[in-house]
């Protein structure tokens, strides 16, 4: 695995690889060199198997990571790819012509965290949600409950306890 | 189904022969439901019996707990013993079983299919996730009130319901029908506007037509 961190540093712009385990290393890739390390990935280096692509929001930073996970059978590893995407602009190039399976993880992207592919098939369309006119319900600033609460005609008379106080008020009333 | 196949359009027959197809009055009533008089005592009585006695369930399953019919339809609780049996198309059936949590897309589904069912019908709702949206209660896509958009005739309560509670429920339905408080379906057609206010709130890309059945 080192060494082939060490080749691809050499062509790419790779930086803060995470050995993970000994058969599955994360590491970031600049969004330009994104696909063509990819490809190279899955040309040269035998990763063949895209396992999955998803998406975290970091709010605080601006940012959204997409992980590519890569796998080779021959070597029995997995790659995680990180590539970060600007939160105001989430415009990504599509990999789906490398994986046909890829499309559809970017309907799914587009549709919950508005991150756009442009090119890739039906990217448009709606993937789960059937007219969905709020923000992508996946990012983080989309307060789910309020949604909830808004929408669904909330049955009144629902309490909730914090787990860890009602324990100790059951176990421990005194203290 | 889409907005599209609710235009009118001309189809080509099989013999080449042209005709205009307009599917809203051609595939579907354009009728509003009615509310059903109860006819006199004793042959009301007499016919709730028979109703009681009569329940076609549809197998559709809606949530995690349509996994509790599978044990229910075969032989380890047969509620086939109870003359309660599953049949395969809307059409045929008189009881929908709402088997947990509804997502809105799902939702929009079983009110197609609950309109299609013949009357007089029922509905049966299983799990915590039908009465207040249970563990998926402040979710952005799961509803909470399953009485806000389809007549709730029984709530069979639990988080799976084991199959013993359906039982039970199906029993409590069958009294319910006895005594004539199985209304479901006049309060559907007496409340229809608010029904569908309700429904078209939440389904925002309302493809169907007002009436389904």
């Not at chain 1, 939160?87 to 965290?113: G, I």
């Not at chain 2, 979710?139 to 988080?159: A, E, F, Q």
Request: proline share 6%; with cysteine.
């Amino acid at each position: 695995m080192k060494a082939l961190i060490e080749r691809l540093e050499k062509k790419f712009r790779v930086t803060d690889p995470v050995m993970q385990r000994a058969d599955e290393t994360f590491f970031t890739v600049d969004k330009a060199d994104a696909v063509a390390l990819i490809t190279h990935l899955r040309e040269r280096e035998g990763f063949t198997h895209l396992s999955f692509l998803t998406a975290v929001d970091w709010l605080e930073d601006g940012k959204f990571q997409l992980t590519y996970l890569l796998n080779n059978n021959a070597m029995k590893a997995d790659v995680g790819v990180r590539v970060f995407l600007d939160r105001e602009r989430p415009v990504m190039e599509s990999v789906h012509h490398l994986w046909k399976q890829a499309a559809t993880y970017q309907r799914e992207l587009k549709e919950m965290f508005g991150i756009d592919f442009p090119g890739s098939p039906r990217i448009d369309e709606p993937f789960i949600l059937e007219g969905w006119h709020d923000i992508p319900p996946y990012r983080r600033d989309f307060d789910t409950k309020k949604y909830s609460e808004e929408t669904y005609f909330p049955r009144p008379g629902r309490t909730t306890h914090d787990p860890a106080d009602y324990m100790k008020q059951k176990l421990y009333p005194e203290e | 189904m889409s907005s599209k196949d609710l235009e009118k359009r001309r189809v080509t027959g099989p013999d080449g022969e042209q005709f205009d197809v307009d599917p809203m009055q051609d595939y579907f009533c354009q009728e509003r439901p009615k509310e059903h008089e109860p006819a006199n005592r004793i042959w009301e009585s007499f016919l709730n019996w028979a109703r009681a006695e009569s329940l076609w369930i549809l197998g559709y399953g809606t949530g995690c707990g349509a996994i509790e019919m599978r044990p229910l339809m075969t032989p380890r609780f047969d509620a086939y013993r109870y003359g309660i049996q599953w049949r395969p198309t809307p059409r045929q059936s008189n009881v929908l079983v709402i088997g947990g949590y509804l997502s809105v897309k799902t939702l929009k589904r079983v009110i197609r299919s609950y309109e299609q069912m013949q009357g007089p019908k029922y509905v049966v709702a299983l799990g915590s996730c039908t009465i207040n949206g249970g563990m998926y209660w402040d979710s952005y896509n799961t509803i909470n009130r399953l009485d806000k958009y389809l007549p709730v005739d029984i709530y069979i309560t639990g988080c799976m319901p084991r199959p013993e509670s359906l039982l039970a429920g199906f029993e409590a339905l069958k009294k319910l029908i006895r005594e004539g408080k199985g209304e479901g379906q006049n309060l559907y057609a007496r409340n229809f506007d608010e029904y569908k206010a309700n429904q078209k709130k939440i389904i925002r890309d309302w493809d169907m037509p007002d009436y389904n059945w």
